[in-house]
């Protein structure tokens, strides 16, 4: 611990439409728009600790949302702590504790974001291939920008308490609120519109039970065992916005769609402590973007978080998780298709009106600005495999403004991680990983792509 809390020391850093059909995994067109199909999000990693790569057929990158503010004052509800919680067990250098109540609920404001160990080292292993001193000097940049830490598959977990110790570890040293941000990502029969990111977990293989009790059971215990920090969770990328879009497609059955509901309502309310801060996974505006999609998206988040029991802990919703869609723009190189939504931040504003209507008007939501740094980089925005000329975007960091109770934007999807493999022949092969927008040098989902990772930091906007 030791050594990381060095690197943790040196690098941790926090920066901080109204349209119808789209892109997460399919996104289909409902009665405004045709709709291109779309992917979504992280795919596994070998190391658990990052890939969230879109991988659909159609549509873009995946969406992550998540509802719910509210400032809980008990021990069930997340929002904002109200109390002042100490140091780690095992002490620290801050007399009485650090307090780690959220201004306005907001779990990243104040706060400084844990950098991932794991991500700086996939960072470090491409500095060493890397004889460019100016190029070496911006990789070190990125170094200290906060990356989400995916759980993507049961034995992930296991890495899950030295995370959350570590990040406890800096806020004892620092003394100041440390956010961590886990990505909760391992649904029976995942991804069902895709085929790069499909999980491990089968209903029909006793994949609910499994993910119960295998996977949230331990999570919620090792939330539980660190109260005295923030956690963000950002619930199932490239879930719930498939139910919208995508249902009697590819593998997004009626069991799915059970599965999908049923789970990610245990997974909200199981969670739901009081220092747990959770987003709903809530696609990008390429994919419900269309009016009736938004519809549609609302009453499916609102039907799951009342079957949860209306957790204090749902702060709000994540978008463009994994995804490539700018900000705002006005022209893009691909066919709008009707959709009223330029960019995330129309999204945004447009998601929260259609919330308001199923009665979830008081939701925040984040952005992830991890690759969205450039624009009219393909020739459809469904495409969200490796695209090319693809650039980091916006640091992480609290309340940007831009949209509706916008709380943060922030680096969900590692940039270096692969969406999926260029392979025709390996069993993962996803078809929008072979299309003209894409990089056909790409590893399997989850693998680091160092070539990528360089364009990337080279096409940075802002530039690093």
């Given amino acids: 611990m030791g050594k990381w809390l060095a690197v943790l020391l040196a690098t941790a850093s926090f920066a901080a439409c109204s349209g119808d059909n789209g892109g997460g ?27 969230g790569t879109p991988t659909g057929t159609t549509g873009a990158g995946t969406p992550t949302g998540t509802t719910g503010a509210g400032t809980p004052t008990g021990t069930t509800g997340a929002g904002t702590p109200t109390g002042s919680t100490g140091a780690s067990p095992t002490g620290g250098n801050c007399a009485g504790g650090v307090d780690i109540a959220a ?18 080292a996939k960072v470090e292993s491409s500095i060493a291939k890397t004889t460019d001193a100016a190029l070496v000097e911006q990789m070190r940049k990125v170094q200290k920008i906060s990356t989400a830490f995916w759980l993507d598959r049961i034995a992930a977990v296991d890495q899950l308490s030295a995370h959350l110790d570590a990040a406890l570890e800096l806020q004892n040293q620092i003394c100041k609120p440390v956010t961590s941000v886990i990505v909760v990502y391992d649904l029976p029969n995942r991804d069902c519109f895709a085929e790069a990111s499909n999980g491990e977990l089968r209903v029909e293989n006793g994949g609910v ?64 402590m009081p220092h747990v801060y959770q987003y709903i996974d809530a696609a990008h505006s390429g994919w419900l973007g269309w009016p009736d999609n938004q519809t549609k998206g609302a009453q499916i988040f609102s039907d ?30 691909y066919d709008q298709q009707s959709n009223p939504c330029y960019g995330e931040y129309d999204y945004v504003d447009a ?28 020739a459809d925005w469904g ?23 916008l709380d943060a934007f922030y680096w ?53």
């Fill in 25 to 51: 995994d399919e996104g289909a067109g409902g009665a405004s728009g045709p709709g291109t199909a779309g992917v979504g999000a992280g795919t596994p990693t070998s190391t658990g600790v990052g890939a």
């Fill in 103 to 120: 201004p306005a609920g907001n779990p990243f404001d104040g706060a400084e974001l844990f950098v991932d160990p794991g991500y700086v």
């Fill in 209 to 272: 039970e499994r993910y119960r009790n295998e996977f949230i059971a331990p999570i919620k215990a090792i939330f539980a065992a660190h109260p005295n920090q923030r956690i963000v969770a950002i619930i199932e990328p490239d879930s719930l916005p498939n139910l919208a879009t995508n249902l009697g497609k590819k593998d997004c059955t009626p069991e799915t769609e059970k599965a999908y509901r049923e789970e990610v309502a245990h997974a909200i309310s199981e969670l739901n």
């Fill in 304 to 333: 799951v978080i009342k079957a949860a029991g209306n957790p204090a802990g749902v702060r709000g919703f994540a978008t463009n998780v994994a995804n490539y869609t700018q900000l705002s723009y006005s022209t893009e190189s």
């Fill in 351 to 378: 998601m929260a009106t259609a919330l308001a209507g199923v009665g979830l008007g008081d939701k925040h939501f984040i952005i992830d600005t991890s690759r969205n740094g450039r624009g009219n980089i393909r």
């Fill in 383 to 405: 495409y969200w495999c490796n695209n090319i000329g693809a650039g980091m975007g916006e640091r992480p960091r609290a309340n940007p403004g831009g949209a509706t109770r």
């Fill in 412 to 464: 969900v999807k590692p940039p270096g991680d692969s969406d999926g493999t260029a392979d025709k022949n390996a069993e993962r092969y996803d078809l929008f990983c072979g299309y003209e927008n894409a990089d056909q040098r790409a590893p399997e989902a989850g693998a680091w792509f160092h070539e990528y990772f360089v364009e990337c930091v080279k096409n940075a906007n802002p530039p690093l």
